[in-house]
C-alpha cells in the first residue's frame, strides 16, 4: 500500500533539484526519507545523495536496507540457507506430518468435482481446531524446530507446506553471520510470504469463502511455491545489486533506522539534513493490520495473539499493543502529526517534501472538510515558501471514478526560524498551486 513507484519521477524532479541547491559543501547531500515503506523513493535518490531511511516498521526497514545497502556474496549465502533450511524442513516434515499429507492428497484431488469446496471446508475447520498459543508454549525466537508460521498462520494465510518452508527458511536466515546478506535473504523471504499469501488485501484478513471464484483461488495460491518464490527474488536482488555494483556502487553511504517519527521529533538530531521527503499513510486504515504477517515474520518472537470474547480474530492479529497505531491514520492526532514532521524538519533547516493526497489524504478530507488551503496554512506556519503539484490520479478501469483523487506533492522551502502562531489570519503562505500535466494509471 502507498508504495510510490509510479510517483517516482515527480519525486525526483521535486527533489533532486533541493539536494543540489543544498547550502552547505561540507557534508555529502543528504535526504531523510522519514517513512520510508519500501525505500523506493530513497533508492531513486540513492546515486545522488547520501540516503537515511527510518520507519517504524521493522519489514518495511529490511525492505529498505535491501535497497540502499547492497551485499556481496548473495549467491553463496543463498546456498548455505538452502542447506540449513533442509534440517529445519525435515524436522517440520516430521512434527506436521498428517497435516501436510493430507494437504498433498487435497491439491492432488483439486480437479476432482466437489474437491475444491471439500478442501475449504477441511482447511477451515483445520484451521481453528488447533491452538497456536499451546503449540508455541515457552518458544523463542532460537526454538527448534522453528513453527511460528506453521502454528499461527497454516490454513490462515498460507497452505500448510508454504508454512512449513516460510519457517524453515526463516529458521536458515538467522544463522547467516553477514548483516547486509541475512537482511537480503530476509527480503526475499518478505516477498515470497507476500506472493504466497491467499488473503485478499495483503495480510487484512483470510479470504472469505463465500465465492466459487475466491475458493478456487485459495487452492490456486496455497499451491505458490514459497522455495521458488524466495530463489528467484533473491537471484534477482543479485542481479539489481551487481548492476550497481557495475555502475561503480553508491558513492554516499546510506543508513536505514527503526524509529516512531512523532516521539523522533521531539528529540534534538544533529546530523545534517538537506531535504526530509515524508510520505505518511493516507488514510485511516493502519499498515499495521495489513503487514502484521511480514513484520511477526522479521520479529519472529512468537507474540501474543489478539482475542475477542476469549477467542483468536479471524486474522490471527498479534496483540493490540504490539501493533503500531499511526498518529497519521486518525483523525484526533494527524494534524498533530504533520506539524511535528514540519517543525522537525525546519528546526533541521532542511526543506521538506510531502507526499499526500486530495481528497482522501485524511487530514484534508476528515479534518479540512476537502480544502487544500488549510494545508497550505500548516506548511506555511513553518515555511516561507509552500508550492504544491497536484497530480491527477486515474483509476485504471474505474469508469466513472477515473481522475476523482489527486497524489499532491508539495515542496516547501526556506524553513522559518520559529513556527508561526496557528492564528489563521496571520499564517498565510505565498502557496501556488501548479496543476501537472502528468496523469498517472493506479494500476
Ligand atoms: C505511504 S507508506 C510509505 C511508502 C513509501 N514511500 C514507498 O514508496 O514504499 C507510509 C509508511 O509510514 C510508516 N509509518 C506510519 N506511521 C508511522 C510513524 N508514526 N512513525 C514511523 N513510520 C510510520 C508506515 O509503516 C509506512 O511504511
Redesign the pocket.
Known amino acids: ?5 509510479r ?1 517516482l519521477e515527480p519525486l525526483e524532479a521535486a527533489i533532486a533539484p533541493l539536494l543540489a541547491a543544498r547550502s552547505s559543501r561540507t557534508h555529502p547531500p543528504r535526504l531523510l ?9 530513497g533508492a531513486r535518490l540513492a546515486p545522488r545523495a547520501s540516503v537515511w531511511a ?4 521493522a519489514y ?1 526497514c529490511v ?1 529498505a536496507r535491501a535497497r540502499l545497502q547492497p551485499a556481496a556474496g548473495l549467491e553463496s549465502a543463498l546456498e548455505r540457507c538452502l542447506q540449513r533450511a533442509e534440517r529445519a524442513r525435515e524436522a517440520l516434515f516430521e512434527r506436521y506430518g498428517a497435516v501436510l499429507e493430507a494437504e498433498r492428497r487435497w491439491f492432488e484431488r483439486a480437479e476432482e468435482p466437489g474437491s475444491i469446496d471439500a478442501y475449504c471446508r477441511w482447511a477451515e475447520q483445520e484451521a481453528s481446531g488447533h491452538d497456536p498459543a499451546r503449540a508455541c508454549a515457552g518458544c523463542r525466537p532460537d526454538t527448534f524446530p522453528p513453527r511460528l508460521v506453521t502454528a499461527y498462520y497454516r490454513n490462515v494465510y498460507f497452505g500448510v507446506r508454504q508454512a512449513i518452508e516460510l519457517d524453515a527458511l526463516r529458521w536458515a536466515i538467522e544463522a547467516e553471520s553477514e548483516p547486509a546478506a541475512r537482511n537480503a535473504l530476509l527480503a526475499a523471504l518478505l516477498f515470497a510470504a507476500s506472493r504466497a499469501t491467499s488473503a485478499t488485501a495483503h495480510f487484512a484478513q483470510p479470504r472469505a469463502l463465500s465465492r466459487r471464484s475466491e475458493r478456487e483461488r485459495l487452492v490456486q495460491r496455497r499451491q505458490i511455491d514459497v522455495r521458488a518464490r524466495f530463489v528467484e527474488r533473491l537471484q534477482q536482488l543479485e542481479r539489481e545489486q551487481a548492476a550497481q555494483r557495475a555502475r561503480g556502487g553508491f558513492r554516499h553511504p546510506h543508513r536505514v533506522e527503526r ?6 521529533t521531539r528529540t534534538a538530531v544533529r546530523e545534517p539534513v538537506d531535504v526530509v ?1 515524508a ?4 488514510t485511516a486504515d ?3 493490520r495489513f ?1 502484521h504477517v511480514l513484520e511477526t515474520l522479521v520479529h519472529y518472537d512468537y507474540p501474543p495473539l489478539a482475542t475477542r470474547a476469549g477467542r483468536l480474530t479471524r486474522g490471527r492479529y498479534p496483540a493490540l499493543e504490539r501493533r ?1 497505531r ?4 486518525s483523525p484526533a492526532t494527524v494534524e498533530a ?1 504533520f506539524a511535528a514532521v514540519c517543525g522537525f524538519a525546519a528546526r533541521l533547516g532542511a526543506a521538506l517534501v510531502w ?1 499526500y493526497a486530495r481528497p482522501n489524504g485524511l487530514l484534508i478530507r476528515r479534518v479540512y472538510d476537502g480544502q487544500l488551503a488549510p494545508f497550505e496554512r500548516l506548511l506555511g506556519r513553518f515555511y516561507r515558501e509552500v508550492e504544491i503539484t497536484e497530480i491527477p490520479l486515474a483509476h485504471s478501469g474505474a469508469g466513472s471514478r477515473a481522475l476523482r483523487t489527486h497524489e499532491l506533492i508539495a515542496v516547501c522551502r526556506e524553513p522559518r526560524s520559529r513556527p508561526l502562531p496557528v492564528s489563521r489570519k496571520t499564517s498565510e503562505p505565498r502557496a501556488r498551486t501548479q496543476p501537472a500535466a502528468t496523469e498517472i494509471a493506479n494500476s
Open positions: 500500500m502507498g508504495v510510490k513507484t510517483l526519507d522519514l517513512l520510508c515503506g519500501t525505500g523506493v523513493v527510518t520507519d517504524a516498521q518495511a525492505l524509529r516512531e517519527v512523532v516521539s523522533w521527503y510520505d505518511p499513510p493516507y493502519n499498515y499495521s503487514y503500531l499511526s498518529p497519521f491514520s502529526a507526499s
